[in-house]
């Protein structure tokens, strides 16, 4: 079968992120990635940057390198079209390619607003022939709880805690390059990107919300401007979420409740980026990690463990997981990611007939559904005001 040809946009020499280049790149790149896929082209700001990236990354001379979304979407040589640029860019670059019934995958957040999220659902003609971005949903450890609970190791879910502090980002400070980090309508930031992505494997494991309360804070109102002294940055983003409510029964008893705090920094000295903890009808499970962003691959700079707790036997014991063998050869920010390419592949290759159970992965409508429950938690903040 022939490869899927794969368009990026915002894989740059200049970029302020390397996501482009450290998760898609480098699967598309790898022998494995190149057994379903083929790059075939690159969208920039201008045809010039797009060709310096061709030169910057070394990718052959057959690779088109295009300046404009629209002529994009009209080669027909495209196949799939992977967007990777700054989020309130997202809308602007990939709605030509859905306008014309391109395949997209879409990094999270998927637009900066749900509303221009709902008009690109509204002219795509198939919203499941898409990926986004939340490779949370099929890294090792989301699999490995999914298997446990359904063990009934630990019985029905009674109750979950989730404690998560921002450990990339300083407290107070933020690069220049990262300077829309505090201004909410751009819609990536902190709060939507990696809460965003926590909450989604928070999701898959226990299921989504039945209701929800939640609040938010700015607790520094005034940022500095990093490398410059007295450089003050105004923020309009919230730095803490706490949200907590009632999970729809599943692997749930009803009315199970979660709570979910994320504060930007680091946690006190000491304690872990990320503690998670899971209770049940005969025991209790705690996830912790150095941080939240186990889907990315930057929090596994320490141990990531699973114990559990038998209350039977008041014994605690830690629960094995691992990487696939093939995902091990990838640089570790590419492997979760690597596995939504994967699943998407697979479908395509079996002719995009019913997706095979246990093999599904995020699709525009999953996004649309967070997104969703963003909207809500904002309403909820905006109405404090």
């Known amino acids: ?45 201008s045809i ?37 640029t700054r989020v309130d860019v997202h809308y602007a670059v990939v709605e030509p390619s859905v306008r014309a019934g391109k395949a997209v995958f879409v990094e999270w957040p998927v637009t900066s607003n749900l509303a221009s ?11 499941g022939n898409s990926i986004v971005g939340l490779q949370g949903r099929v890294m090792p450890l989301t699999l490995r709880l999914q298997g446990i609970l359904s063990s009934g190791i630990i019985g029905k879910v009674l109750s979950s805690d989730i404690r998560a502090y921002g450990v990339v980002m300083q407290r107070d400070t933020l690069p220049a390059s990262l300077a829309y980090f505090a201004d909410r309508k751009v819609g990536g930031h902190p709060i939507n990107i990696h809460y965003g992505h926590m909450i989604d ?66 946690p006190f000295k000491g ?21 939240p962003y186990l889907m990315s691959g930057d929090s596994y700079n320490g141990p990531v463990t699973i114990e559990h707790h038998d209350h039977a036997t008041d014994q605690v014991n830690s629960l094995a997981w691992d990487w696939s063998e093939w995902q091990k050869e990838l640089p570790l920010r590419a492997r979760s990611t690597a596995e939504l390419y994967e699943r998407y592949a697979e479908w395509v290759e079996g002719g995009k007939d019913e997706v095979v159970r246990g093999r599904e992965w995020p699709r525009f409508e999953d996004g649309v559904r967070l997104m969703r429950e963003f909207d809500a938690v904002y309403k909820l903040f905006d109405a404090m005001w």
Request: proline share 5%; aromatic share 6%.
């Open 1 to 45: 079968m022939s490869p899927i040809r794969v368009a990026i946009i915002g894989l740059s020499s200049s970029a302020k992120t390397t996501w482009a280049a450290d998760a898609h790149l480098a699967y598309l790149l790898s022998s494995k990635g190149k057994t379903h896929y083929q790059l075939v082209a690159l969208l920039n700001s």
């Open 117 to 127: 999220t709902l008009q690109l659902l509204e002219k795509m003609p198939n919203p």
């Open 48 to 84: 010039s940057a797009a060709e310096s990236a061709k030169k910057t990354f070394n990718l052959p001379q057959h690779v088109k390198a295009f300046g404009d979304a629209e002529t994009l979407a009209a080669d027909a040589d495209i196949d799939l079209v992977v967007v990777c």
């Open 201 to 266: 494997y928070v999701h898959e494991v226990l299921g989504n919300w039945e209701t929800f309360d939640a609040k938010m804070q700015i607790q520094r109102p005034e940022l500095n401007i990093l490398g410059k002294e007295g450089a003050v940055l105004k923020s309009n983003v919230p730095d803490l979420l706490s949200v907590h409510g009632t999970l729809e029964a599943g692997v749930a008893v009803p009315g199970a409740l979660l709570t979910a705090t994320f504060r930007l920094g680091p």
């Open 271 to 291: 304690d872990a980026g990320l503690t998670w903890t899971i209770a049940g009808e005969k025991g209790e499970l705690r996830i912790t990690a150095p941080g």
